[in-house]
């Protein structure tokens, strides 16, 4: 528990010795633990398998329609009304899509670069836009500024939310600021939770662009990991209070409440914003896969169903997140070389190294068998300024395999941490 | 089976009287059949049923890939494997996605859009671009150019495909031509199925665009109505060995097939093609829904498997479409008021009435309870130039209530058509 900055060049000379013997005896063993990304465990997908035990002869919907066939744009009504519960809105404010919440993101976009949104100063494809990113975020959201050619502005990202001031001031200055990326409750991949405050600033605050977007992607919203889920103030009533009711856009899934790659997504948002919607997406598609819909209703039912579906998720991944903290503690703490959140829900822990430490860290890592999120995935335009944030996904890897995949992350930071100290002395 | 046009003003009166009784007969019994969309029948979605019957525990691709998980942007290998027979193409030039096939191509339209495609100058939405549209076609192909703002040029559809003579001079001369829709078998509307001469003249010909592109929606690949379906020649093959590798976007689905809601649907193109598709769709989505791709390989199996199926289909399709046929022969054969086309597969038939009376017939049909697509729906803009293309779509409807319909439709084109001949007299 002593902190390595207080050692002298000898002793940690000392100290990399053993590290280097441990490191090696890690690289002996073969290892090969894929943690780049958020998945869920096989255990935590069967949990979802009786959704298809009456598949065959599951295809009417509650008043008769044929899910098997065309049409139903917006989602089966039944589905909206699940979405509806469980986004807190009003079911004329849902849309239940496909598979992919990513995808509806995405579209929503890519409807806004080409057609302008409802209230807005025309496409945003046709003058300069930026998006505010706090960050350490998710890299898919930062990818998608990327490719539509939308500048993207670092935000920091507080215990309680991003860093609001800074955000009032930059929306307030600059027109071309359209939007920004949320991830508010259990975010990836710091597991913060927006306070309200935070939230109805968000909702409150003048925009110098008069078509400027929340993209709330509420991934998470019944993921913890032990009891109720954590409150999170609704984002469309707070702004529709405020008098901004165009400004949220909400997405949701069941990515990570039945199957990762085959769940059911949905937006929520003004009937303003969904009108607009449902004309472009009219054009899209003639309607989403109402099968797997009615399937997820049948299965999820309603929200105690879904919080008590969600708890024995929680048997499983809270062993694994418990032994992030445990091992990180053990190895790390108190070292000076490292700290990291402790989330209570959600996906993902953030972990900051030394400055300058994280691509070397994940580089060893992997030559050991280990292979982490690259380095500067958490940052727009992958660049991690202060090279220091690992995002640690602890969900998919056995418990054993999460113990043993820590304890060489730990040895990692320790051997880098070492070498720069040495470099600085 | 008079001549309608050979006889006098009396003799139509006389008939329209007889006409009027038949029609107000109909209007009584409250009929409400709905023909406006190629839907399939609830018996023929009864025939994929049994795709569900192991979907509890069905979720281990052949290679061991848990398609409850994310991954797998192009799809499941074996439903690559499955497409590439099913399209004639090699596995690494397919790409397998969600449930509509209208997507897939508005997707790439989107991407062409705003990125440009390979081989172009630059995206189509920073200049003019136009598309050719043979029709009658399929109205939910000239909706995306018009949201997308990409100009359409009409295009006479023969017997035996476009006219090519037209096609080759407007691109030879024109570099805002960027693109054509095709259905090349049992077109939507009229049958068509496009010869080896056509679609080798489409692969040939010289485009004053660098970047034209053919999107081939070969959605009725299979959907003959009795025996082997007709054969197509191969586009991609012929797009390669005319030196356009890039021109061919073949796009597919197991919408008529299996479920019209809930099918899989594919992608073929050149290697180049399918590598910048996969790069802006890598940023959309983290992929398909592989759950249902699992179980439609399964259930669908290679080409034999799937012609077997389609000769279920067939056997619940070929009553109603032959329904259309008699009943048109006999009400308007030999009058000279009305033609139609006679397919051999595919989802509808395809009327010509005098000009001038698309719009009443329907209007007057849908009075009386059957509801047809809306008159001018299969051309650009919604403008039929001579308001006399009609698209029966008996697909959806019972065998009786088909015959239902297509009595009425004839009883309410013999009528305005006896109006018109009375107006002109």
Known sequence: M??????????????????????DAFRARGLTLDMTRGKPSPEQLDLSLPMFANAETQYLSESGIDCRNYGGLDGLPEAKRLFAEYLGVATDEVIVGGASSLAMMYETIVRAVIFGVPGGAGPWGQRETKFLCPCPGYDRHFAICEEL???????????????????????????????????????????????????????????A?????????????????????????????????????????IYASTAKITFAGAGVSAMAASRVNVTWSLRHMGIQTIGPDKLNQLR????????????????????????????????????????????????????????????????????IAAEAGVRLTPAGSTFPYRRDPRDRNIRIAPSFPAQKEVEMAMELLAVCILLVSIDRLLAQA
Chains 1, 2 share one sequence.
């Open 2 to 23: 002593t902190d390595l900055r207080t050692l002298d060049a000898g002793a940690l000379r000392a100290l990399r010795q053993d590290l280097l013997a441990r490191y």
């Open 209 to 249: 662009a008069p078509d400027f977007r929340i993209f709330w992607d509420n991934s998470y919203a019944v993921h913890s990991f032990e009891g109720e889920p954590a409150p999170l103030r609704n984002l469309l009533e707070a702004c529709v209070a405020a008098g901004h009711p165009e400004r949220a856009l």
């Open 149 to 207: 050619g939308i500048g993207m502005v670092p935000i920091a990202l507080y215990d309680d939310g991003p860093d609001m001031d800074a955000i009032e001031d930059l929306v307030a200055r600059d027109s071309a600021i359209v939007g920004i990326w949320c991830v508010p409750k259990y975010s990836n991949p710091t597991g913060t939770v927006y306070s309200d405050a935070v939230v109805e600033r968000l909702a409150r605050m003048e925009t």
């Open 296 to 363: 997820h209703v049948q299965f999820l039912r309603d929200m105690p169903t879904i919080l008590a579906h969600m708890a024995r998720h929680a048997a499983i991944m809270k062993p694994k997140f418990d032994a992030v903290q445990t091992v990180l503690g053990q190895e790390l703490g108190g070292k000076g070389i490292a700290h990291w959140t402790n989330p209570a829900g959600g996906y993902f822990v953030s972990l900051d190294t030394m400055d300058g430490c994280a691509t070397e860290v994940i580089r």
